[in-house]
């Protein structure tokens, strides 16, 4: 067969996972000339010679990638030979449209943890080690395409020996943009609380460890911002944890010294495994053993799991070895606020929390939090999606037009489309406070940036109110506001692939509706670009409207109103009532009487909090969701039993409860446990899906919303309607919660933007 060149563009995670050295190695192997380069749009290669050859490498050189690339789409052309001699890596190409993948930052990997741990390594206790396999990646990023000089490694110029590791084709460091030493990259300080240095290198390693045995804490600076630390096992240092960093009740996330520490105070299953040790390495939330009790209690209080993660940079490693126990690990903040990414910054606003810093002289371009899953039958479910996972895209099958998403106010995360690719960006956090609402429009800008682009329009939520969509209206672009549980479905749709028609039940706290009032127990039926409420919870009243969200007793008086008119105030034998004293009572009876301060809702997780409260479990929460989550912790296995309720006809279906909360003040007054009065709760509104779904007729049904991070619900869900002959979906690695509304918004808004485009297209021609 004569000489041929194939020129071929790789597009996908293809930089910063030593790609261009395994195309330099394989070429070699084979004998072909041609070169290698980075671009923004992906990676570049051409290479000529014997045209079997040609054949065998274009074979290879997907079969073989970089164990962390992802080749999305492999494109080639065969022409005439040019000639080359040699194989080269060229530098490069800034120009073209940026749509090339960004890794994210990578676990560090046995050969690098082996050589941080070995002492005849010249990198033995280096907290910085990485390579082509592991370490920062989307932190570290200024720019594309991900050349050292476009990140924040380029204030570290390599040493001779990391310029020869970088540049020798056979070295796992080959175009390691991130590759230092002892010698020549970041260094470790530790400073005390007021900022000033106290020790460098190894020993600010070993006077953190000192002060985190002594009972101290910690604020580290890792990889995408800063966490606080403390000995899991000593109560008072967790305590004054929680007193300083104002957490009530919010659970802690804990990093043991390796797999066998956490499988010993927790269950932990084959996928669950995997997750741990995965590159990820995200927090996963597992059951904890009864017989992990040297863990101080208030790490999480009343939870019967424990969030778990292992050691994911060099840094966590040795300091985990060091100390030789699990430790909290949590985000380096205030409540609501996000983390802190700069040391200096670091010492201003944790300097009330943190007894000392061990901080790092390795700039973070942008802050990413630990990613949190759990395991929901048998796949994983990305609770928070930021680490190890961010900002890898969601595939589309068809191009979109560009459309930057701004999200909600919870959970916030924003979204940018470029061609077939939805970019979800790291986990921002709620919009609550100024630090946060600067962090968020940080991340609009950055997610711009990178990419180069220029939205054809900025979609939003319908809330007026939300600061994510008054920010989306000073924009340039035009706005196109998306209402929340459609973005809810279109989101869940998306990442599974699902074309309408469709039903989503798409259920959380809060939701601005197209009618006003407050949605939350919804059923949308999908087709094409729009939806149909097809069916929604029987409406109730929230007396005090953000008050009821924060104390369950008011959403439970609410709903005990609706049923009952003014003769529910008169049900001592309710603990929500008791929950009152009597002026309090007589302003909440005001309220709703008169429909002051009382708007009404469709939300099932108000109703999960209302229940929370009339069983007695609670009725004042510290943290969103935690009425819920205790409802779910309540539930007593093994019950099939559930509670009556009826679907009332009209346009939309309404679904009652009113029958299923008399039943349950039944079993309540009857004295039954509450674990089984929860059971039965969450096994009535899996009940009701499955009648819902059986009115509309739809085959597939899409399960989306916070309410859908709970476990029990969600399997129930499932069950029933699999054994109803339906074809049911739910999230995987964008969060069911307001974490993955951006990826929602950008789908509706493309859809309505898509005829103009097309328009525009056709007059250009």
């Known amino acids: 067969m004569s000489a041929e060149r194939a020129r071929i563009v790789v597009r996908g995670a293809v930089q910063g996972v030593g790609f261009r050295p395994f195309v330099y190695r394989l070429a070699g192997q084979l004998g072909l000339n041609g070169w290698v380069l980075n671009s923004t749009a992906g990676v570049f290669v051409e290479v000529e010679g014997e045209g079997g050859t040609v054949r065998q490498f274009l074979l290879r050189l997907e079969r073989e990638r970089p164990p962390r690339a992802i080749i999305q789409s492999l494109e080639f052309a065969i022409l005439d030979p040019a000639g080359y001699q040699g194989f080269e890596i060229r530098y490069s190409d800034e120009s073209g449209a940026k749509s090339v993948l960004i890794l994210p930052d990578v676990a560090t990997c046995a050969d690098c943890l082996r050589e941080t741990l070995d002492p005849h390594d010249r990198r033995y206790r280096y907290p910085f080690t990485n390579c082509t396999n592991c370490g920062p990646r989307f932190s570290i990023i200024e720019a594309l395409p991900y050349d050292r000089p476009n990140t924040s490694m380029k204030k570290f110029p390599m040493c001779s020996q990391c310029d020869r590791e970088y540049h020798d084709p056979s070295d ?61 096992r000593d109560e008072a240092a967790v305590s004054r944890l929680r007193s300083r960093k104002h957490r009530e009740e919010k659970p802690f996330a804990l990093m ?31 059951q904890r053993r009864e017989s992990a009790r040297w863990l101080a209690a208030s790490i999480a209080p009343g939870n019967p799991s424990l969030g778990m993660m292992l050691p994911c940079t060099p840094l966590h490693h040795l300091l985990v070895r060091e100390l030789g126990f699990e430790i909290v690990a949590t985000s380096g903040n205030l409540s609501d606020e996000p983390i802190c990414t700069d040391e ?23 802050h990413v939090d630990d990613s949190v899953v759990r395991v929901m039958r048998d796949r994983e479910l990305v609770l928070r999606r930021a680490r190890g996972y961010a900002p890898l895209p969601v595939h589309l099958k068809d191009p979109l037009p560009c459309v930057l998403a701004v999200g909600a106010h919870l959970k916030n995360s924003v979204a940018l489309s470029v061609g077939t690719e939805v970019f979800v960006s790291q986990h921002i956090g709620d919009l609550g406070t100024n630090q946060a609402f600067q962090a968020f429009r940080r991340v609009s800008e950055d997610l711009l940036q990178l990419y180069a682009a220029t939205p054809a329009a900025i979609a939003c939520d319908l809330h007026p109110d939300y600061l994510s969509t008054k920010h989306a209206r000073q924009l340039a672009a035009p706005t196109y506001p998306v209402q929340h549980h459609w973005a809810h479905v279109l989101s869940c749709m998306a990442e599974n692939e699902v074309e309408p028609p469709a039903l989503g039940v798409s259920w959380d706290g809060t939701g601005y509706g197209t009618d006003g009032t407050i949605w939350g127990g919804e059923f949308l039926l999908a087709r094409g670009g729009s939806f149909e409420r097809v069916a929604r919870f029987r409406q109730f009243p929230l007396p005090g409207g953000e008050a009821a969200i924060r104390q369950p007793s008011r959403t439970a008086l609410g709903v005990l109103f609706e049923i009952w008119g003014e003769s529910a105030f008169g049900r001592r034998d309710v603990s929500s009532v008791r929950d009152f004293l009597h002026d309090e009572i007589r302003v909440i009876r005001q309220m709703l009487a008169r429909g002051l301060n009382a708007p009404v809702t469709s939300s099932a997780g108000r109703l999960f909090d209302a229940v929370a409260s009339l069983i007695g479990l609670r009725h004042r929460t510290s943290f969103e969701g935690q009425a819920a989550m205790e409802l779910e912790f309540a539930v007593q296995p093994g019950i099939n039993a ?35 009065i929860s059971a039965k709760f969450h096994n009535t509104l899996a009940e009701i899906v499955r009648a819902v779904a059986l009115r509309v007729g739809e085959a597939k049904i899409v399960l989306t919303g916070g309410c859908f991070q709970n476990r029990h619900l969600t399997e129930a869900c499932l069950q029933r309607l699999l054994d109803a002959g339906f074809r049911p979906y739910w999230h995987q690695r964008v969060p069911p919660n307001d974490g993955g509304i951006s990826l929602g918004q950008v789908v509706a808004a493309a859809e309505a933007l898509r005829p103009r485009v097309l328009e525009n297209q056709l007059a250009a021609a």
């Not at 390796?258 to 927090?283: F, N, Q, T, Y």
């Open 172 to 232: 796992r460091r080959f175009h390691a943009q991130p590759n230092a030493c002892p010698h020549c990259g970041p260094q470790l300080e530790f400073w005390d609380a007021a900022g000033q240095v106290l020790a460098p290198g190894d020993q600010a390693l070993m006077q953190a460890t000192n002060l985190v045995r002594s009972g101290g804490i910690l604020a580290l600076k890792g990889l995408g911002g800063f966490q606080l630390i403390v000995d899991a």
């Open 256 to 286: 043991a010294p390796s797999l066998d520490a956490i499988e010993g105070a927790c269950i932990v299953s084959e996928l669950e495994k995997r997750l741990l040790l995965s590159p990820e390495s995200p927090i996963v939330l597992l």
């Open 344 to 366: 200096h910054e670091a010492v201003e606003r944790l300097g009330g929390i943190a007894d000392g810093f061990l901080v790092h002289d390795r700039p973070i371009v942008r």
């Open 642 to 676: 559930c509670y009556a309720f009826a679907v009332h006809d009209g346009s939309p279906l309404i679904v009652d409860w009113g029958s299923t909360i008399e039943a349950i003040l039944g079993d309540v007054v009857s004295g039954r446990p509450a674990g089984e």
